[in-house]
Every structure is written in C-alpha cells, then in structure tokens.
C-alpha cells in the first residue's frame, strides 16, 4: 500500500491526473472517506486528464454519470444506496466491459459484490495536523492509501508509485 498526502485540493487533483496516465479500458477505482474528503476532488482531476472537459460533480442524486474523454468515464456516488444488490442494477459490470473507466465514491461500501479488481483510494483527514495546527493550514490536508486489490492493479503498483512519488508520505515518515 502506498501513502500520500496532499496540502490542497489542486494538489489532490494533480495527483489523479497523475494516475490517470495510468488507466486503461476497464479499470475500477473505489474511492472510500468521509464527506468532504476529497472524492469529488479526486474525479474531477482524474477525468480532466482524460480529457474531459465537462464539470464534474457528485452524482448523488443520478447515481451514474457518464463523460466521454480519451477513455469514457463513469462516476459512481453510491452514498445514497440502501443495499447492495442495487449497485449491481446500475450497471457496474457492463460498464467495465464497455472499455471506459469506472470510478465509484464511498465504493469500498459495495465492493462485496463488485469484481475483486480495483485499486481503493482511502482519503482521510490529517486528525493530528489538524489538533495541533492553530492556524487552519492543516484543514487541506489529506492522506490518501492507495490499496491495489486483485492483478489489475497489484501488477502496475510501481507505475502507480511512481505517478504519485510527489505526494508519497509515510505516516511515521520524519518530515
Ligand atoms: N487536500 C485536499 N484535497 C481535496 N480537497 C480538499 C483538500 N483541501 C481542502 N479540500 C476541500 O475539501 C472539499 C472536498 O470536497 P469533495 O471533493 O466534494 O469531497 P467528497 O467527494 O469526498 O465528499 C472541497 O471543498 C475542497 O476544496
Ligand atoms: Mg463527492
């Protein structure tokens, strides 16, 4: 697993332009964290580097929105689903065989029932910067872990530390 951390929302999205390089048709990313964690954040960078230039916003309300970019892009919020079962009648499996990448918010709720192939990004907030900072800077603070689960991700784990070197934090880390 692999920690980074960011200082402000720009950053957040740099480093998923970074890891949008990366993507490749069929690709599953579940974004897991608290609201206003930066998951929002994290997809607008991440489509803008597939060349989308449409606004992207939190699907809560259509579940699914689809962009068209240098590979397609849909976005899952699924905070508002009651069970399980539901994100399966979205469509989720057809969508990584249609070739575009799918990037699902709070998605580590309904992995039981999606393909154990996806890399999970776990935003947080910097609790301990945040309770020792008097001067507000720590609130932009996030660490993200980027867990790789099943081969998809596993086999391109050094790419992804790499696209993401400049953000790269151990949590124990000195600095
Ligand atoms: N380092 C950071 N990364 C991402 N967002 C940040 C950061 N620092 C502050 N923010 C702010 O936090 C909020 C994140 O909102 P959003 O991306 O919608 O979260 P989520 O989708 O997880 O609920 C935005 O208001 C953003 O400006
Ligand atoms: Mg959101």
Redesign the pocket.
Known sequence: MIFA?????????ELAAALAELARPGDLML?A????????????GFGAALGIDDLIT?PTFTLVNTYEGRLELNHL?VYRLEALGEVLDLGVAEMLDDGGVTVI?WGDSVAPVLPADYLEIR?SFDEVAISLDQTGAA????VLELVPVGARWSARIRAVATAVSPWIHEPDGDD
């Open positions: 951390r960011t200082t402000s929302p720009e950053e957040t999205k974004l964290g608290d609201l206003g964690a930066g998951k929002t954040a994290f997809t607008q939190s919020d918010e935003f609130d932009d603070v996030r």
